[in-house]
């Protein structure tokens, strides 16, 4: 199997394929030209893809996918001999999702930087600094360490151990391990002597 071929099938697979149900609903709510069913398009629509030459272009799949499926369903319109006049009008009324993310996406983005920065934050010093250096400048562990006078060898234990705990805050959709919060002696003594 060609290996560009596997790749752009496994991009479809990974992004496109779980907006199937929402281009066949959008499908189901049209007027389709006789001969034409929703299959028949599904079929173009993924041939389409395939064809691609790349798929940089694409920010939101699944607007791409329902406005392909658009495009595909106005050309067998045009290309009906009796067009339904209603088919065209609904094609023309309806919504598609904008490229722009949603109001509720831009609000976890914002929350997940947030957590990114007070993460960023928190680690000491020169953690910091080789983390910053390294994922925001892009400069090689040898430069961070002539920068900041360490080895290379400490410049890659210090920026592992800023993933890490990166990992440990952010790892779980920004919900660290939950943890019991610890009794105090005294605590448990004034609750087993209430008990009594």
């Known amino acids: 199997m060609n290996p560009d071929l596997h790749g ?4 479809i697979a990974r992004n496109i394929l779980l907006h199937e149900p929402a281009m066949r609903r959008f499908l189901a709510r049209q007027l389709l030209p006789s001969g034409v069913d929703e299959e028949d398009i599904v079929q173009e629509v993924y041939g389409r893809l395939i064809e691609m030459s790349s798929f940089d272009e694409i920010r939101n799949p699944r607007s791409y996918l329902i406005g392909l499926a658009r495009n595909v369903v106005l050309m067998h319109l045009r290309r009906a001999r009796i067009v339904p006049i209603r088919s065209l009008e ?7 999702a904008a490229d722009a993310p949603s109001p509720e ?10 957590l990114l920065a007070l993460a960023i ?7 910091r600094s080789v983390f910053l250096l390294r994922a925001v400048d892009g400069l090689p562990y040898v430069e961070i360490g002539r920068k900041l006078g360490l080895s290379e060898n400490a410049v890659q234990k210090r920026h592992a151990r800023a993933l890490e705990q990166f990992m440990m805050l952010l790892g779980r959709g920004g919900n660290a391990c939950a943890q019991a919060t610890p009794v105090q002696p005294e605590t448990r003594k004034a609750s087993h002597d209430n008990r009594t």
């Open 90 to 96: 609904e094609m023309a009324q309806t919504d598609f």
């Open 121 to 127: 934050a928190g680690l000491d010093e020169p953690a």
């Open 8 to 11: 752009r099938n496994a991009w």
């Open 105 to 114: 996406m831009q609000a976890c983005d914002r929350q997940q930087l947030q």
